[in-house]
C-alpha cells in the first residue's frame, strides 16, 4: 500500500528555520514525482516545490524561492523542503504529494495521485 507520511512541523520564530520530512512506503521515488503544498486557513491550497523522479529536477514557487529547498535520500525513501527564513506568511499545513515521474503544471493538486496526512507549521514571534 502506497503511503506518504510528513513530518517536521512545528512552531518557531520569524527568520528561523525548519526541515520537513516527505517518508514514502509502498514505492520508490525513482519513478515518482513528490509536490509539497500547504493550506492555510481560509485559502486555497498551494503549490511550493516539485521534485522529479527521473532526473531530479526541482521546481519553486516565486513565493519560497530562494528560501526553500527540497532534496530527496534515495536510500530513506523520503523527501525533504528544508524552510529557511521563515515568515509569518509562511504558517499553513504542508502537505506532500505523490504522482509519476516529471512535475509538469506542478502546482495543480489534481494532477497528485496520493497525499500525506499534513504537518502544521507557525510561524510567530
Known amino acids: 500500500q502506497l503511503q506518504l507520511v510528513e513530518s517536521g512541523g512545528g512552531l518557531v520564530q520569524p527568520g528561523g528555520s525548519l526541515r520537513l520530512s516527505c517518508a514514502a512506503s509502498g514505492f520508490t521515488f525513482d519513478y515518482y514525482a513528490i509536490g509539497w503544498f500547504r493550506q492555510a486557513p481560509g485559502k486555497e491550497r498551494e503549490g511550493v516545490s516539485c521534485?522529479?523522479?527521473?532526473?531530479?529536477?526541482?521546481y519553486y514557487a516565486d513565493s519560497v524561492k530562494g528560501r526553500f529547498t527540497i532534496s530527496r535520500d534515495g536510500a530513506k525513501n523520503t523527501v525533504y523542503l528544508q524552510l529557511n527564513s521563515l515568515k509569518p506568511e509562511d504558517t499553513a499545513v504542508y502537505y506532500c504529494?505523490?504522482?509519476?515521474?516529471?512535475?509538469?503544471?506542478?502546482?495543480?493538486?489534481?494532477?497528485?495521485?496520493?497525499w500525506g496526512q499534513g504537518t502544521q507549521v507557525t510561524v510567530s514571534s
Open positions: 521534485i522529479s523522479g527521473i532526473d531530479g529536477s526541482t
Open positions: 504529494a505523490a504522482r509519476t515521474h516529471y512535475c509538469s503544471a506542478y502546482r495543480n493538486p489534481e494532477l497528485y495521485d496520493y
